[in-house]
T-cell receptor, first 114, second 114 residues
């Protein structure tokens, strides 16, 4: 069974540009989460989808970040416009419907904003 | 609010050395505690967990005991191998409004030399 996949693995953009990160959860996992690790700091929760609905988006830093999960399958996280402080590693995780506490993480997307 | 503090790295050890990575937490009540590991190029993997005080989690020779009196969950291994080189994250889990969130520490990089 394939794990959580994320694309791209790395992205380098300039300040003010737009970047879209993608996450494909494990098949059948209704719960999808986004986290990020800003340089050298802790990994922080951003938001949680249940199928296509946002269950909790309390960790989203500001309105430059937009997360979507069309059809309850893959999810995208768009940063527009990107700022220097957005640099870091963005992790996606998913969990099955009945086992929300067991979250399976992807390899992360490393974003660098210059 | 809840937080996790873990020792800064990098930690460099020789093969077969004893490993301790300190982790303490601040939280109301008694959250579940976790250690995750990230090997190079891979996602976060659950290493071990403990769900209540005095529980000991163990896996792959690693151990950690949930100590409520010292609010700690230190990771130990008696004899490390080169293949243990990775970044280790201590975390607690909180449930709020139907969402399980992980609160992570900053991570500790371990390098084991042959």
């Amino acid at each position: 069974e394939a794990g959580v996949t994320q694309f791209p693995s790395h992205s380098v953009i300039e300040k003010g540009q737009t970047v879209t990160l993608r996450c494909d959860p494990i098949s059948g996992h209704d719960n999808l989460y986004w986290y990020r690790r800003v340089m050298g700091k802790e990994i922080k929760f951003l938001l949680h989808f249940v199928k296509e609905s946002k269950q909790d988006e309390s960790g989203m830093p500001n309105n430059r970040f937009l997360a979507e999960r069309t059809g309850g399958t893959y999810s995208t996280l768009k940063v527009q416009p990107a700022e220097l402080e957005d640099s870091g590693v963005y992790f996606c995780a998913s969990s099955p419907p009945s086992l929300q506490e067991t979250q399976y993480f992807g390899p992360g997307t490393r974003l660098l904003v210059l | 609010g809840d937080s996790v503090t873990q020792m800064e790295g990098p930690v460099t050890l020789s093969e077969e050395a004893f490993l301790t990575i300190n982790c303490t937490y601040t939280a109301t009540g008694y959250p579940s505690l976790f250690w995750y590991v990230q090997y190079p190029g891979e996602g976060l993997q659950l290493l071990l967990k403990a769900t209540k005080a005095d529980d000991k989690g163990s896996n792959k020779g690693f151990e950690a005991t949930y100590r409520k009196e010292t609010t700690s969950f230190h990771l130990e291994k008696g004899s490390v191998q080169v293949s243990d080189s990775a970044v280790y994250f201590c975390a607690l889990r909180r449930s709020t409004s139907g969402t399980y969130k992980y609160i992570f520490g900053t991570g500790t990089r371990l390098k084991v030399l042959a």
